[in-house]
């Protein structure tokens, strides 16, 4: 990173927080990734409202329709980690292997690029570092 676009970037950071500031002073300290700590998965009624029945009438299954999520959400890229994590956590209980979700993030690297590939299966692989740390 040159300096002058570390100038620039550190500037537009600064703004953006006064910015919260302004808009809400409880946001200055907010931090988006504490959040995926108070909401890890999401509630049986939730998953149920937004991939169960609502929305997959005769559709895709859950398992597809969250390996579908996981493909998006690669070719994303750095702007959607905590959403991706809980998706694969989400993908893990309903059935998906850990193989199925990293070629699914493979594929992506022909839309999303490599970068944006190796980002999420580090992301996979360390959602499934920690299930296999639940099951020790």
Do not use: Y
Not at 43 to 67: I, Q
Not at 103 to 126: C, D, H, K, N, Y
Request: charged letters at 25%; aromatic letters at 8%; proline letters at 3%.
């Amino acid at each position: 990173m040159t300096d002058d676009f570390s100038k620039l970037f550190s500037s537009m950071m600064e703004q953006g927080a006064e910015m919260a500031r302004l808009f809400n002073p409880a946001l200055e300290s907010f931090n988006p990734a504490a959040m995926e700590k108070l909401f890890p998965t999401m509630s049986k009624d939730m998953m149920e409202m937004w991939f169960g029945k609502t929305f997959n009438r005769e559709g895709l299954d859950s398992r597809t329709r969250l390996l579908v999520t996981i493909a998006a959400l690669t070719v994303l890229g750095a702007q959607a980690d905590a959403q991706l994590r809980l998706t694969i956590r989400h993908a893990l209980e309903a059935g998906a292997t850990q193989r199925e979700i990293a070629e699914t993030i493979f594929q992506m690297s022909m839309f999303g690029g490599v970068p944006a590939m190796t980002r999420a299966l580090e992301i996979a692989q360390s959602v499934f570092d920690e299930k296999s740390g639940e099951n020790a």
